[in-house]
Structures are given as structure tokens and as C-alpha cells.
């Protein structure tokens, strides 16, 4: 399988600018020679696309890359088909992928990553790289079509993952809710992404990136913790 | 409108024992005379119906009710037809509304309960009572037909509302995710129902129960802290 994914738990760290700890590697990821990407706004919901697009443009730009924003594309569907590589920006999840769904931009997205064009998803964008979104963190504001996402990879990733539990919170916490999906859906892995921790995987390779192991759950199994340097290539079997 | 509703926040709260700080407004909610209570268990994933339902038994006979558990009935539809009230516990509220709507029983459980049969829910619970689950905090772990609820009241409740971040977070805050609510739907009002709020709903009257304010909000309007003392009839309009 030719795909090329990066995959961010977040785009904004503690201490840290707007994408500051993914800058390296995005970097990276797309090389050296000047890409443009076609990014993906539409997670967006309390800003505007045209302020997101910029915002991630300065960073693209500051390594050496180019950016358009879909939202701006008059065909957006022939926007994907000819991209050098996409981007999708976090926000809320369910938004983002109504929004896909209404301009039929699933599948052409999904067929070009499988064909090797790099794809780079943070937090929701992350998200929809899963087989569906049954394990973002976002609140249901609104009701897409379906919940099935890309599927370019076999496991879910749970964003933002987080060990914490706010003081006085009674209501279930992030282990708790994983387990919950676990328990409708037995085979699949789950990948708890703590803040700053990337993955990146190369065809039938993956890495994690950052400094944090990731938490790794199945049903009926401990969950595991997984560091930056080991390969966890069970993931895509 | 001849509607009784007793909704909670939660089951739980530190220090206390399962529902205990809801036992006196049950109490008052359900009377003198012993209620046998139909109750709903749909929203329990990671424990059985059964379980649940004894849970929730003792509870109910230590104020003087009985328990029926809908999960135990030959013809559920039926059970509701005929039931003298209808308690709705917390847990999954997308597993919830995914097992109402497969057994067709959110329309008859929504004519009776506008016809006067009282209604009580907690968490899940008391997310259904509301047009959607759209401000739900759950993790969408099943995919329901239809985002579409109860609609015993015209507002949306968000349970457990918190205003604490965990340390580390970067992902959005609660108020910022029932900020993105409001920008989809502006013209509805969203009630942030803090650990050990119940509200009381009796026709067009309203009441909260316990020691916190609540938190309503309204797109553009600052959110608003409405003490239990106040009667804040403005959300049933």
C-alpha cells in the first residue's frame, strides 16, 4: 500500500506556537522540494476558512511549502484530484466530515492517499483518517450522514489522549469511554494520542513521533504503552 | 402542556452513594402513593442490564417505588403503554438512542410522557429529553439512525458541565464545544447542568435542584448563572 499519512494529536502545544512542535516533521514528511498543499478547513466552526487557511499557510510557508485552501477552489472535488498533497486542520470532527460528505470529497481523498499523494490530518483531521470518527472527543453538533471516515488505516485514533481527570468530574473519563467502544467493536485497536505525539506511517511502516509514548487499547488486553522508538506495526495488520 | 420531568446531571457525586443526592427529589417527584418506575438501562455498555437495573431497584425501594426493568419485558412498547413513570439511566447516550430507536420506543415513550407520565433521567438520560443528543459529552461508539430525541423541552441540556480544564489539555474547553453548538443552531438555548443539578419540570414551570447555579447559554448573549432560587421560564418558551 502505497499511503503516506501524518497524523497529529493537536496542533497547539503549551509554550508552543501554532503548529510549532509539528513544523519539524512536516517538514520532514514532505521534503524538500516545494509542495503545495491543498488544505482542508472544514472542521472550523467559531472561525472563519479564510482565517484558518492563513493561519496555516504562515506555517506551511515558513518551511519551504505553498498552500491552497479548498474552501477557496471553485472544483472542489478536481482540487483534490490534482493535489500534491492534502491537509486537514483540526476543529470539530463532526462538522468536518458532514462537510466532506456534502461535497462528495470522501472517496477522491481516500483513493489519492491509498495512491501515495501525502496526507497530514491534526486532531480532527487526524480523526477521519480512521475507519470512523466512533472515537473523537467532539461534541455532536451535527449530524452527518454517516460516520464512516477514510478508512486509510485499520485502527482508531482517540486525539488529545489524556490520562488526567478534571477535579469534581463524575461523568465517565477518557479510558472509560475507549473501553465503551471497545466493547461494541472487540477487533479494532485503539491509539490514545497524547498532545504533541505524531504519527507517521510509510505503507506498511509507522513511527511515533514526539516525546511521549502512545496508550494502546483492545478489548479483553492491558492497554500498552508504546514509545517513540519501537514499531508498532500490529496496528496495520 | 401537562409534561413531568425530573431531570439530573448525574448519578455520582464525591462522597456520596449511587443517587443519593437525588433520593429526596425523586421522592418529592414521585409522591406518597409506591410508583412502580419502568426503567431503561440502554445507555450501560461496560456493565449488564441487569446489573444496572438491581442498582437502580434499591435505590428506587429504599424511597417506597418498585422497578421494572424494560430490558425484562416481553413486548417493550407495551411496558411503556402502560407505565406508570419512566426513569432513564446514564451511560452511552448514542448507545442509548441507538436502542430506543431500534425498538421503536421513543415515540411512545415521548407521547406519554407529554401526556403527563412522569419522567425521570439522569446523564444519558437526560440528554434525550432534549430535541437532540447534540450536546452530549459521550463518544459516539454506535452510530444511532437519527440525532433526534425525546423533545420534552425546547432547549438542550449539556450533563456534567464543567468548568475546570485538565491540566495539558489543548483540545477545546467545554464552554468552546457548546460554543460551537450555538454557532450551528442560534436560536437555541443550552442549559450547562453542573455535578448534583437536577432540573424539575412540571408543565410550564421550572426549577433547579441543588446547590449550583446553572449555566445557560445563548449564541451571542453572555452565558448567563441562573441560582436554584430563580425561575428561569424563559427556556421553556
Known sequence: MARRLLLLSNSSTAGMSYLEHAQEPMREFLGTPPTTVLFVPYAAVRFGYDDYAAKVRAVLEAIGHR?????????????????????????????????????????????????????????????????????????????????????????????????????????????????????????????????????????????LIGEKPMRVFKQGEEPLEVGPGEAPTFLLD
Open 67 to 207: 498552500l491552497i485552501s479548498i474552501h477557496d477552489a471553485p472544483d472542489a472535488v478536481g482540487a483534490v484530484l490534482k493535489a500534491e498533497a492534502v491537509a486537514v486542520g483540526g476543529g470539530n470532527t463532526f462538522h468536518l466530515v458532514r462537510e466532506l460528505q456534502e461535497r462528495e470529497l470522501l472517496e477522491p481523498i481516500r483513493d489519492r492517499a491509498l495512491q501515495g499523494m501525502p496526507f497530514i490530518g491534526w486532531s480532527a483531521g487526524s480523526n477521519i483518517a480512521c475507519p470512523t470518527l466512533r472515537t473523537t472527543n467532539d461534541m455532536p453538533i451535527v449530524e452527518p450522514r454517516s460516520f464512516r471516515c477514510l478508512d486509510l488505516i485499520p485502527f482508531q485514533i482517540n486525539p488529545h489522549y489524556l490520562d488526567a481527570h478534571p477535579d469534581g468530574h463524575m461523568g465517565e473519563t477518557r479510558e472509560e469511554r475507549i473501553q465503551e467502544f471497545l466493547v461494541v467493536e472487540p477487533d479494532r485497536y485503539v491509539v490514545g494520542l497524547r498532545e504533541g505525539s505524531t504519527l507517521r506511517i510509510e505503507g506498511d511502516d509507522i513511527q
